[in-house]
């Protein structure tokens, strides 16, 4: 009870900080929520728990599309696609730890990801308030 009580919680506390984000502190999220889903796979995986695996890899490859989807190609063209070339290998990786059963691709990913993660955290302040407001005028 005291599990379901907590994740309820959790939900309701993203939902309601998404509610108020604005578009860098989202995309902030979808990392964290990356990395969390990609070490909850790789654990599952060490303990075989094949249910649990699917799910947390299935939700990890949501995530990386969207990640995907909110890419803007008229901002930076050559980002773009590097970009989404990247999260596209994430996802073979993804594809490859479902069928091996190996964690090795989920720390891949985990590797790839935690430096843009790391990145997009140190976006000076003045830079993303400019950026949000472009984006928020749209």
């Not at 094949?50 to 947390?56: G, I, V």
Request: aromatic fraction near 8%; hydrophobic fraction near 40%.
């Amino acid at each position: 009870m005291y599990g379901r009580n907590l994740k309820a919680y959790k939900k309701t506390n993203i939902e309601a900080e998404l509610a108020v984000a604005d578009p860098h502190r989202i995309i902030q999220m979808l990392y964290e929520g990356l990395i969390e889903r990609l070490s909850q796979a790789k654990g599952a995986i060490i303990r075989n728990d094949f249910e649990y695996k699917a799910n947390r890899i299935s939700k990890a490859m949501g995530i990386i599309n969207g990640l995907q989807n909110f890419l803007d190609k008229k901002a930076d063209p050559e980002l773009y696609e590097r970009l989404y070339a990247l999260y596209g290998y994430m996802l073979e990786l993804l594809n490859q730890a479902q069928v091996s059963m190996k964690p090795e691709p989920i720390d891949e990913c985990i590797n790839l990801v935690i430096p843009i993660k790391q990145a997009w955290d140190q976006i000076p302040l003045d830079v993303k308030e400019k950026v949000n407001a472009k984006i928020m005028n749209k």
